[in-house]
């Protein structure tokens, strides 16, 4: 008998007992149903953590601040206990920002990129943007230079400006998420290329200095870049920055406190544990991409478990099935087997057509589970990015993702399931013999 | 002197195991010869169905030898016990055994499958074989859809789709009426006019009669065999395949 004969047999027997066939494949499908959006799930939560891991400048990415600084981040939640005060001597670089001797100390530190320092200095002050398509103003955020071309920072529309010496003397900007409708703009895609204002004030000569920038870019909303804030080219920069700093001594703007370092070091040297170790060895302290997607995936990661658990559970249910299903179908089909038997079939073969029955259900379960669960997800996909929806803010967050890699897999590991289940009733009838089966009425 | 088609040496059958045993077959030896018709009488629980499962090959004998073609059963793995029996025989049963829920030719070809033959020339094997039959008209039919006579010649057409060298028939005519009865008892008889053997268990005095030869089961014992009464009635049915049922009647009636 060749294997397409016993396919076909398989699933015609299958067929002939309707019924009790679509009550098991329904059990396997909530089975796979639960698991299989599961996995969506958790594709689509790692896909779009691992977008915003990529937008940090990828898993080399390391964040360097000076020791203490969590603490005190921390502190400043909890109720802060009174700290004793220490005068400083003077030419002591304020708590909490690195020195220049700082800098170079940590260039020394083996593993780290030197070349790869990169200190955004914020501006900040007093201002707002402006848009002629509206009449309210809106507070500005941290204005940042856009960082080099290894943050890869997620958009929503546009494109990321081109770091290069031509680039750097144009007057542009990546908006913040949320900005664009707030500036009287329907969609991302309207407001590239128009032109805003960014106002600032100057906070001793108590002057205001507009200027205005082309939109290039709007950042997709995240959960680590909308952090970001406002990126803004080196001219618009140069520009708010004379604005600010006019009056103050040329030291205060040149010498602006270097609070955090973004740098990258060498992943196949070193691992997160023993960079972290080294700087914390030289006296500083660092971040890396798991410390802050660590909140994120931990929380996903517990939900995973539960509905793996369930879907596990239901799983199990629709083995035991199986097991029932086609044991009555042994029972049902003695004389059957028998004859086959009677007729030259080997043993091996009537095991294979059990075998190949329980694996057909198997498949036929997850298949449906599989094209149900893509439907729903899908359908939830457009809910939750609908406006209103919880993830209307997170565009780029496919909160079920299906993939071939991890749909292929997963029906294989059902279907082996199926098969395992099937094994206990096609070995009962492998073993039957041929002139008991004949004799059964 | 010819080889035997099936040559039984010593048979014996027990079934239990030790304080329950139970000797079914009492050394049997038989000897059947190609293109014999050969009827196998006895009552029930004599260990006629044995006899026939153990010359069939469905079971193995607990001693002695069943010797098909010249080749010892015993010695055979049971792949190629499979292989023979898809390959030379053919069955007839009492209760026809057939997958009600299956057309006709699924059910005829179903042989052919098991032997791993190819669809197209499984239905051509099966349509000549339903034709023999004169059921060629009813391929298409669930089996559940035909009469009594019908499903047994559709059994008969499953037993010869693959061009069987011995056709075992277990009561063959116990489930029909007489006239049905008598369609597939010419149907049979004719297939042993074109050199297929004939097996036949039955306790049915007239089917007995008109084979060539009646071996007679009693308590696991061989009580009368026909063949061994006159050696020469062993030739008869080569050439008696032409003649009359009434003459063979006469012939069985005479060795009575």
Known sequence: MKFFDILRTANHNLFRNKVRTMLTVIAIFVGSFTIILNVAINTGVNSFIDEQTASLGGDNFIMLMPSGSSEMASSMVASSEPVEFVEKKTGETEVGAFSDEDIEKLKQIDGIDADSFYSPAPLSGTGYYASDKTDKKYEIQNLMILPPGNFKIPLAAGELVDQNEEAKKKNQVVLAPGYREALGYETDEDIIGQTITIGIKNEILDKWTAIDVEVVGVEASGIVSSSMGTLISHAVYDALADAVYEGYPSEYRDNQPNYYIMATYDTNRFSEDEIKQAIADAGYEAWTVSDMMGMIRTFFDAIMIVFTIFGSIALLAAAIGIINTLLMSVEERTREIGLDKALGMSSGRVFTEFAVEAISLGFWGSAFGVVVAMFIGTLANSAVHAPGGFLAELPTFNLFEFTASNIIPFMIIIMFIAFLAGTIPAWKAAHKNPIDALRYE | ?256
Do not use: W
């Open chain 2, 1 to 256: 002197m010819e080889q035997p088609v099936i040559e039984v040496k010593n048979l014996v059958k027990v079934y239990g195991k030790r304080s329950t045993a139970f000797t079914a077959l009492k050394k049997i030896n038989l000897e059947i010869q190609k293109g014999e018709s050969v009827a196998v009488i006895g009552k029930s629980g004599s260990g006629k169905s044995t006899l026939m499962h153990l010359l069939a090959l469905l079971d193995r004998p607990t001693e002695g030898n069943v010797i098909v073609d010249g080749i010892d059963s015993t010695k055979l793995k049971t792949k190629q016990l499979n292989t023979l029996r898809n390959d030379d025989f053919g069955f007839v049963f009492q209760q026809f055994f057939m997958n009600p829920q299956d057309t006709v030719l699924e059910n005829v070809t179903l042989p052919l499958k098991i032997a791993g033959k190819r669809r197209k020339e499984r239905r051509e094997l099966a349509m000549k074989a339903l034709r023999t039959v004169g059921l060629a008209d009813r391929a298409k039919f669930k089996a559940n859809d035909l009469s009594g006579g019908q499903k047994q010649r559709v059994c008969i057409a499953r037993a010869i789709v693959n061009n069987p060298k011995i056709l075992f028939a277990d009561e063959p005519t116990g489930n029909l009426d007489s006239t049905t009865g008598e369609k597939v008892i010419k149907l049979l008889f004719g297939l042993q006019k074109k050199g297929v053997t004939l097996i036949i268990v039955t306790h049915d005095e007239d089917l007995a009669k008109m084979c060539d030869r009646q071996v007679r089961i009693s308590d696991g014992k061989v009580t009368e065999d026909s063949a061994s009464q006159s050696k020469t009635s062993t030739k008869k049915p080569k050439k008696s395949t032409t003649k009359t049922k009434t003459a063979k009647n006469q012939t069985a009636k005479g060795e009575n």
